[in-house]
């Protein structure tokens, strides 16, 4: 870890983005994922995985083939970036995302812009079948909006190169979103989408929206209502979803030269979208809150069990060092006591000096004493036993040292506590201002 002094962010009103909320998405971005402090290189450093907040929310468009999907979204960044027609053009997955410069981008460069989907590398063939197209538009919210174009769904012989059904519920689950689209014309029940829809209610049921798609092609009211009818019974009649109430908005692409008396909630559509900009930008800010007391939690436990580690390590430490020192001193006070009792008291003194002749005298003296008390044929299996005691008071300075619990460094140490102290008073402030950002942005706004 690096002990260099964590720096500041750049302030968000210095930011070169156009909208409030993108800029708050992209800042709560940028603090997870800066090199030098973001906070997901300091939760790694800590064993805790974070993946950073996405900036855009994902809106999943499935359906039956020619059900609209693809018009919905060209119409909605107002440029023709998907192919559309009655064929099943969308074979594949493709992602569509604004950016600065317009690309095309195949699988793995796919997965690569969007980490939180490689998990779709476990759907064999889905990669071959999947696609970026970024868009330079900034019509309506789409700098703010991923939308997945999924393959056109039919019931039959038709066969898909990978498990479509399984895909399209993954994706489901990792969307925002969730817009499945009914074409009036013939392909209205289809069975494939309506097994799909059933399965992703089970985890997703407040992500799905229902829409009656090219409404103005239903021919007149009575046929439109007949035909919604039909949809909402079928979808009644499924288990999952029969104890559900539906809406379904008639939503059509505006085509000046073919006016309609069919009512248009297309605009209901983009409402929903930014309703659920608003409620991502609340969502990150407040996940924000959390994994930064996620973090500063994880690291008060470390240093405060760093602490006890150390206090119990001079425990520890102690036992080893007696039982270490008894095990040597006392054979070498055995033996020590021996040569000594060879020598005459004014031998030692000579040797050892007077002081030191009556310390040694006294020790050896309670030795020799207790051998002399040791019955003759007992004493080899005291020097036995008192051998393999010393070994074990050996063996337990060896235990007891191996025990010792691992310590951080200083530098950890320091780097933990700049870390505590970036996160509470750079990242937690960051939050606290942008949240108050965004709520004078939102009063502004309603003229609240």
């Given at each position: 870890m690096s002990g260099r002094k964590p720096r500041s962010v750049a302030n968000p009103l210095e930011s070169a983005i156009t909208t409030p909320s993108e800029r708050i998405l992209k800042e709560c971005h940028n603090l997870y994922?800066?090199?030098?402090?973001?906070?997901?290189?300091?939760?790694?450093?800590?064993?805790?995985?974070?993946?950073?907040?996405r900036k855009k929310i994902i809106v999943m468009i499935m359906g039956?083939?020619?059900?609209?999907?693809?018009?919905?979204?060209?119409?909605?960044?107002?440029?023709?970036?998907q192919k559309t027609g009655v064929a099943i053009e969308t074979q594949g997955f493709t992602f569509i995302t604004s950016g600065r410069k317009?690309?095309?981008?195949?699988?793995?460069?796919?997965?690569?812009?969007?980490?939180?989907?490689?998990?779709?590398?476990?759907?064999?063939?889905?990669?071959?079948?999947?696609?970026?197209?970024?868009?330079?538009?900034?019509?309506?919210?789409?700098?703010?909006?991923?939308?997945v174009d999924t393959p056109g769904l039919v019931d039959g012989d038709m066969i898909y190169p990978f498990d479509v059904n399984s895909a399209i519920t993954w994706l489901g689950e990792q969307a925002d979103l969730i817009f499945v689209f009914f074409d009036p014309m013939g392909q209205a029940l289809c069975k494939r989408t309506l097994n799909i829809v059933e399965k992703l209610s089970q985890k997703c049921a407040d992500k799905l929206l229902f829409y009656l798609s090219k409404a103005d092609e239903a021919g007149k009211e009575t046929d439109r209502q007949r035909v919604m009818m039909q949809i909402v019974q079928e979808l009644c009649r499924r288990p999952g979803l029969n104890k559900c109430g539906f809406e379904m908005p008639t939503i059509y692409i505006p085509n000046p030269q073919k006016p309609s008396r069919c009512v248009n909630q297309i605009d209901g559509v983009c409402q929903t979208i930014e309703k659920t900009i608003?409620?991502?930008?609340?969502?990150?800010?407040?996940?924000l809150e959390k994994d930064s007391d996620l973090i500063c939690s994880t690291i008060?436990?470390?240093?405060?069990?760093?602490?006890?580690?150390?206090?119990?390590?001079?425990?520890?430490?102690?036992?080893?060092f007696l039982c270490g020192a008894l095990g040597v001193f006392l054979p070498l006070l055995f033996i020590l006591s021996f040569i000594v009792s060879t020598l005459s008291k004014e031998q030692l003194e000579e040797l050892l000096g007077e002081g030191a002749t009556r310390t040694i005298t006294i020790f050896t003296g309670i030795v020799m004493y207790l051998w002399d008390w040791i019955p003759e044929d007992g004493q080899v299996v005291f020097v036995i036993i008192f051998g393999a005691f010393c070994y074990l008071l050996l063996?337990?300075?060896?235990?007891?040292?191996?025990?010792?619990?691992?310590?951080?460094?200083?530098?950890?140490?320091?780097?933990?506590?700049?870390?505590?102290?970036?996160?509470?008073?750079?990242?937690?402030?960051?939050?606290?201002?942008?949240?108050?950002w965004y709520l004078q942005q939102c009063a502004a706004e309603y003229d609240l």
């Open positions: 994922v800066d090199s030098e402090n973001g906070l997901v290189k300091i939760a790694s450093s800590l064993g805790i995985r974070l993946l950073p907040p039956n083939h020619s059900a609209g999907k693809s018009s919905f979204i060209n119409w909605y960044v107002e440029e023709h970036i317009r690309e095309s981008l195949t699988g793995n460069a796919t997965l690569h812009l969007y980490p939180h989907f490689r998990p779709l590398l476990e759907f064999k063939g889905v990669t071959d079948y999947l696609s970026a197209e970024i868009s330079t538009s900034k019509q309506k919210k789409f700098s703010l909006v991923t939308f608003n409620q991502a930008v609340q969502k990150t800010l407040n996940q008060s436990s470390r240093l405060e069990q760093d602490r006890a580690d150390v206090a119990c390590n001079k425990s520890i430490r102690l036992h080893s063996f337990l300075a060896k235990y007891f040292a191996g025990r010792r619990n691992k310590t951080l460094t200083k530098k950890e140490k320091r780097t933990m506590t700049e870390y505590n102290d970036y996160i509470q008073d750079i990242v937690k402030t960051k939050k606290s201002k942008l949240y108050e």
